[in-house]
């Protein structure tokens, strides 16, 4: 079947889907499932519905680890073995001792759904006679008799996952999605479902762009941004027939360019639900490097647009595509690749430093410790930056913070590529104080890496250090020296409009440019070593003002 065909199919999908669901006030779906139905449909399907202006309410009748033969004894016998979450107008509720068949008779379902534990969801032979027996028991008791049955075709593990049952496609990927894809058509055809949801074909698309293999948590469960949200668009589309590119709706975390990616493969997914669609091509927000600034914070809050949300301390745990403050995918990543103990809460919420840091940021931290406590050992934490280009240099402004602290939490920062630099800061009730190292080159394969420690003047007694947020920017200042001298002076910085500038020498023409080199603000023949720089036309961001001599960084907010 040609392209063209398969569009028309397509809208004839959309079109006849739209006219049932512009007719009925809400669509009722229902999944009798596992955590993969909690990971595709029970949490964003709803959020995807009202940004697309349809009301659902999602049903997921849970049982973790459940396969198909386990539903239909708990059917056969009427137990009570499941949880019961039900999601209306976005509010989830929990219910435990259900039973299959009170939920099924909850509510009239336009949707239910099946799904083979993710072990055995390619292997044909586990499907029967359970399916056969678990349809017929539900349709004897749907009270909606237009109710149409779905089959949920889940996703391959991760290849680096350790799951027991990935030896079941020795542990080969792509061999257990192709077994998916067979399985569930051979087994929807058998019992007469002709409407299956191809999470799977999504998530294998998205693998295929610039996100890689970086769907999953834990290596079978989806993350819970990103891989999340892309099953739930192909629930979205495949159900309600609207299509997922465009839709306004993503997760706190998940970027626009990650968010297209989720979006596409999705679409994709409904046009060739039975293989992978290539998403390796720019027009799915490909890395452009840093050329802006890009902001880090490392906590538990979810910190607001640019800044960038690193939530775990384990080695391994990774943003994969770092945003900028343009909310454009860089490609480069950060890994944790020595963990730290844990998070701490006890950062200050109100801080006075050259990045304006929120108090999402400044009040969490990753910390370690150099002696024993709580039972942890980690005397060094530290991360991997991967994607930089290797023949430019980079600029690193570091946050460390605690609130409330009588002794001193000098904790060190060693930034390596090509060249190293070190430095400290003392954590211990700091509020303005962030520590400057500039002009590190990456080594030739794109990294660089950041070791963070116990300072040598640390009296603290669990030798505890911290890091609170990172600002990286590309460095423009390799021909010219940044000058740090009393003899230059620049103030408010941050600015919000007017900075006052004075120096030692007059002055002629003052030049601002951004962190790209584009010349944006000259101010001419000044004739004195002091004056008033209306900055007031620039948006918020990282500048640089130069003189005829030296130069040095500044932030303009709002």
């Known amino acids: 079947m040609n392209y063209q065909k398969i569009k028309m199919l397509l809208f004839i999908f959309l079109f006849t889907t739209l006219s049932v669901v512009n007719g009925q006030d809400t669509i009722k779906i229902l999944a009798i499932g596992n955590s993969f139905s909690e990971d595709a449909a029970q949490e964003y399907l709803d959020d995807l519905s009202k940004a697309g202006g349809v009301n659902v309410v999602v049903g997921n009748l849970y049982r973790?680890?459940?396969?198909?033969?386990?539903?239909?004894?708990?059917?056969?016998?009427?137990?009570?073995?499941y949880e019961y979450r039900k999601v209306v107008n976005g509010v989830l509720t929990n219910t435990t001792n259900y039973t299959i068949a009170k939920a099924v008779a909850d509510d009239n379902w336009d949707y239910i759904t099946f799904q083979q534990v993710s072990q055995y969801s390619g292997m044909y032979n586990t499907y029967f006679p359970y399916l056969t027996n678990l349809l017929n028991y539900v349709k004897g008791i749907a009270t909606n008799p237009n109710v149409k049955y779905c089959m949920h075709r889940t996703w391959a593990y991760a290849t680096n996952s350790t799951h027991a049952g990935f030896v079941n496609y020795s542990n080969n990927q792509i061999l257990m999605y192709d077994s998916i894809v067979s399985a569930t058509n051979k087994a929807a055809a058998k019992v007469g479902i002709n409407i299956i949801i191809p999470a799977g074909t999504a998530i294998?698309?998205?693998?295929?762009?610039?996100?890689?293999?970086?769907?999953?948590?834990?290596?079978?469960?989806?993350?819970?941004?990103?891989?999340?949200?892309?099953?739930a668009c192909v629930w979205y589309e495949k159900l309600l027939g609207k299509s997922a590119i465009g839709n306004t709706f993503s997760p706190a975390g998940?970027?626009?360019?990650?968010?297209?990616?989720?979006?596409?493969a999705a679409h994709y997914a409904l046009l060739k639900a039975d293989s992978?669609?290539?998403?390796?091509?720019?027009?799915?927000?490909?890395?452009?490097?840093?050329?802006?600034?890009?902001?880090?914070?490392?906590?538990?809050?979810?910190?607001p647009s640019p800044w960038n949300n690193h939530s775990s301390v384990a080695v391994g745990s990774k943003i994969y595509s770092l945003s900028d403050t343009a909310a454009a995918n860089t490609g480069v990543s950060i890994t944790v690749n020595d963990a730290f103990s844990n998070i701490s809460g006890t950062g200050p919420l109100t801080t006075n430093t050259g990045f304006n840091i929120p108090s999402e940021v400044s009040s969490e931290s990753f910390y370690g410790n150099g002696v024993v406590f709580e039972n942890k050992l980690e005397p060094t934490g530290g991360f991997l930056l991967s994607g930089l280009v290797a023949n430019k240099k980079y600029d690193f402004d570091f946050f460390s913070g605690q609130s409330g602290m009588a002794d001193n939490c000098e904790t060190s920062f060693t930034v390596t590529g090509t060249n190293t630099l070190s430095g400290v800061i003392n954590a211990s009730n700091n509020t303005t104080n962030v520590l400057s190292l500039k002009g590190i080159s990456p080594q030739t394969n794109g990294t660089i890496s950041i070791v963070v420690g116990v300072g040598s003047n640390n009296t603290n007694a669990n030798k505890s250090f911290y890091v609170n947020a990172l600002l990286i920017r590309p460095n423009t200042m390799t021909a010219v020296n940044e000058i740090t001298e009393k003899d230059f002076i620049l103030y408010p910085n941050p600015v919000k409009s007017v900075a006052h500038l004075e120096t030692i020498e007059d002055l002629n023409n003052v030049e601002i440019y951004d962190l790209s080199g584009r010349k944006l603000l000259v101010f001419n023949n000044i004739k004195t070593?002091?004056?008033?720089?209306?900055?007031?036309?620039l948006n918020a961001g990282c500048y640089i003002l130069k003189t005829q001599k030296k130069c040095i960084h500044f932030v303009k907010i709002q």
């Open 529 to 537: 070593n002091k004056t008033d720089l209306d900055l007031s036309s």
């Open 64 to 81: 973790g680890g459940c396969d198909l033969q386990t539903h239909w004894n708990y059917a056969n016998t009427n137990g009570a073995g």
């Open 254 to 264: 998940v970027t626009n360019a990650e968010a297209n990616v989720a979006q596409n």
């Open 276 to 303: 992978v669609t290539s998403m390796a091509d720019s027009v799915f927000g490909p890395p452009i490097g840093i050329n802006k600034e890009v902001f880090v914070n490392f906590g538990s809050k979810l910190a």
């Open 204 to 231: 294998q698309n998205g693998r295929s762009s610039y996100v890689g293999d970086n769907f999953c948590r834990d290596g079978y469960h989806l993350s819970y941004g990103l891989g999340r949200y892309t099953a």
